[in-house]
């Protein structure tokens, strides 16, 4: 069944450092590749979407990239800031015909501090 | 912004009782689905829902789970019969398409515990 893992359980940063996470995927070569933040308590966040044919996404101070032949995706915050503490999931996103299914990882928790 | 709306925010129930947990989707939103995480793990798949049918549902959807949408706005999960083990946060979430670059739109959750 098709695994991904996210290698970092938790990364701490200094404020205005770039973080960057990342995420493995295995037995499966997705076309799309969704990331969410979840703060404590509530519910993923929808980030960005990178598709297989796009090397690279950049949304305001966050940027992914997708390399299918490492078969990996990282996500980079620059000018990282103490609001950005958050987890991050990276998450498997498969079309079912009828319905679409995430499958996320464990999440990293990153921790940005003055 | 819309948003979903999930309640009540945190159940506690007896084992062996049945709950409901209730969404409340973004209203032009046709796609619904029920993730949940237990605590300290991954937020993982449970059913997804369109044009009010199941599409697709996990391992962990068995005959103790049942999803409907009574009304025009509200889709709701029942667990018939819950076991310890059933004690996680219960996402719902809504999306306009089908295709990925409709990111989900998660509510804020309903932490169940089975005492």
């Known amino acids: 069944s098709q695994k991904i893992e996210q290698n970092s359980e938790a990364l701490n940063i200094q404020e205005g450092k770039t973080a960057t996470l990342t995420c493995n995927y295995t037995?499966?070569?997705?076309?799309?590749l969704q990331w969410y933040r979840q703060d404590p308590g509530r519910g993923p966040v929808f980030l960005l979407l990178?598709?297989?044919?796009?090397k690279e996404k950049r949304k305001e101070r966050l940027k992914v990239t997708f390399d299918t032949t490492l078969k990996q995706s990282l996500f980079h915050i620059t000018a990282s800031q103490p609001a950005d503490s958050a987890t991050y999931l990276c998450?498997?996103?498969?079309?079912?015909?009828?319905?679409?299914?995430?499958?996320f990882g464990t999440g990293t928790r990153l921790q940005v501090t003055l | 912004e819309p948003e979903v709306t999930q309640t009540p925010s945190h159940q506690v129930t007896q084992m062996g009782q049945e709950v409901i947990l209730r969404c409340v989707p973004i209203?032009?939103?046709?796609?619904f689905y029920w993730y949940r995480q237990i605590l300290g793990q991954k937020v993982e798949f449970l059913v997804s829902?369109?044009?009010?049918?199941?599409?697709?549902k996990s391992e962990i959807f068995d005959d103790q789970f049942s999803v409907e949408r009574p009304d025009g706005s509200n889709f709701t999960l029942k667990i018939r019969s819950t076991k310890l083990e059933d004690s996680a946060m219960y996402f719902c979430?809504?999306?306009?398409?089908?295709?990925?670059?409709?990111?989900?739109?998660f509510g804020s959750g309903t932490r169940l515990t089975v005492v």
């Open positions: 990178i598709r297989e044919n796009e």
């Open positions: 979430a809504s999306s306009e398409g089908n295709g990925p670059r409709h990111g989900y739109t």
């Open positions: 829902f369109y044009n009010n049918e199941i599409s697709e």
């Open positions: 209203s032009n939103h046709l796609y």
């Open positions: 998450a498997l996103f498969r079309d079912t015909g009828t319905a679409s299914k995430l499958t």
């Open positions: 037995n499966y070569s997705p076309a799309y």
